[in-house]
Antibody, heavy 121, light 108 residues
Framework: QVQLQESGPGLVKPSQTLSLTCTVS??????????WSWIRQPPGKGLEWIGY???????YYNPSLKSRVTISVDTSKNQFSLKLSSVTAADTAVYYC?????????????WGQGTLVTVSS | EIVLTQSPATLSLSPGERATLSCRAS??????LAWYQQKPGQAPRLLIY???NRATGIPARFSGSGSGTDFTLTISSLEPEDFAVYYC??????????FGPGTKVDIK
């Protein structure tokens, strides 16, 4: 059973960089055709895809966030990470990591529990 | 970007009733549509993928149908644990998956 767990600061100041890590257990992050993904949900709102890193290392980002987002992977630790720069209050959200699966754009079959990140001074 | 709309925004039903949720895409997504259930304080859970395939462990009372631009999620007989928010997601537009705004199913 694959499990994902987000970790990182719950409070980030405006203009700083949000950094989160997702630890994957129950399977290797470098095996299989998976898209290791970040998705966020502002309080009381819907879901927004941020980006993903393919098992091969290729990255894909939401065009609306592309200039501020970096996703990377550390296979030795079975982790992948999100960095979002120049944050504002609009970036306050629950951030989920998820496993994407398919032969094309993925759907998401395993999710972390989510972590709330608040942007405030 | 493919935009998904969901209707109704809220569906008020009683346990045992049938729930029919709609998702419409701004352009054809073929059968590349998934449905998720989200309960308060929890992550979304995959219910249906590729329009009509139940994910692992999902009860048979959940079914999906449709293709092109119009899709339906049906819950044949609502159980108390089914009251939640339901999202659709398209995976047709490389590389950008998008989600609908959600339908809340609440207790009448």
């Amino acid at each position: 059973q694959v499990q994902l767990q987000e970790s990182g600061p719950g409070l980030v100041k405006p203009s700083q960089t949000l950094s989160l890590t997702c630890t994957v257990s129950g399977g290797s992050i470098s095996s299989g055709d998976y898209y290791w993904s970040w998705i966020r949900q502002p309080p009381g709102k819907g879901l927004e895809w941020i980006g993903y890193i393919y098992y091969s290392g290729s990255t894909y980002y939401n065009p609306s966030l592309k200039s501020r987002v970096t996703i990377s992977v550390d296979t030795s630790k079975n982790q992948f990470s999100l960095k979002l720069s120049s944050v504002t209050a609009a970036d306050t959200a629950v951030y989920y990591c998820a496993r994407g699966v398919s032969d094309y754009v993925p759907h998401f079959d395993y999710w972390g529990q989510g972590t709330l990140v608040t942007v405030s001074s | 970007e493919i935009v998904l709309t969901q209707s109704p925004a809220t569906l008020s039903l009683s346990p045992g009733e049938r729930a029919t949720l709609s998702c419409r895409a701004s352009q054809s997504v073929s059968s590349y549509l998934a449905w998720y259930q989200q309960k308060p304080g929890q992550a979304p859970r995959l219910l249906i993928y590729d329009a009509s395939n139940r994910a692992t462990g999902i009860p048979a009372r959940f079914s999906g149908s449709g293709s092109g631009t119009d899709f339906t999620l049906t819950i044949s007989s609502l159980e108390p644990e089914d009251f939640a928010v339901y999202y659709c997601q398209q995976r047709s537009n490389w590389p950008l998956p998008t989600f609908g705004p959600g339908t809340k199913v609440d207790i009448k």
